[in-house]
Nanobody, 117 residues
Framework: QVQLVESGGGLVQPGGSLRLSCAAS????????VGWYRQPPGKQRELVATIMIGGTTNYKDSVKGRFTISRDHAKNTVDLQMDSLLPEDTAVYYC???????????WGQGTQITVSS
C-alpha cells in the first residue's frame, strides 16, 4: 500500500507559475514510475509527466518546455514545476505511482489548478 498526498494547487493568472508536490508514505526509490496526471473539466484524465525508475522522463506534448517533473528519493516526493501556465492547464491534478510494470497504479486525492485572469 502507498498513500499519496498532493499539495500546491490553487488559482494562478495566465503566464504564472505553480509547484505541485506529492508526498509518498514509503520510499519511492524502486517504484517503476512516478508522475502526474490531470483531468480537465468535462474531459478524461490524461498523462502530464512521468519519471521511470531509470530516470527517463515523459511529458504531454502541450506541456513540454513549460513543466518539469522531479523526484527526491530522500524525501519520497515527486514535484511538478509548472511555468507559463495557460487557461487550458486548468484541471484537477493527480499524483500517480506504479510499483511494477504490471501492478495497478496508486493515486492521490487530487488538487485543483485554475488558470484564470
Amino acid at each position: 500500500q502507498v498513500q499519496l498526498v498532493e499539495s500546491g494547487g490553487g488559482l494562478v493568472q495566465p503566464g504564472g507559475s505553480l509547484r505541485l508536490s506529492c508526498a509518498a508514505s514509503r520510499s519511492i526509490l524502486n517504484f517503476y514510475t512516478v508522475g502526474w496526471y490531470r483531468q480537465p473539466p468535462g474531459k478524461q484524465r490524461e498523462l502530464v509527466a512521468t519519471i521511470m525508475i531509470g530516470g527517463t522522463t515523459n511529458y504531454k506534448d502541450s506541456v513540454k518546455g513549460r513543466f518539469t517533473i522531479s523526484r527526491d528519493h530522500a524525501k519520497n516526493t515527486v514535484d511538478l514545476q509548472m511555468d507559463s501556465l495557460l487557461p487550458e492547464d486548468t484541471a484537477v491534478y493527480y499524483c500517480n505511482v506504479r510499483l511494477r510494470p504490471d501492478s495497478p497504479p496508486y493515486w492521490g486525492q487530487g488538487t485543483q489548478i485554475t488558470v484564470s485572469s
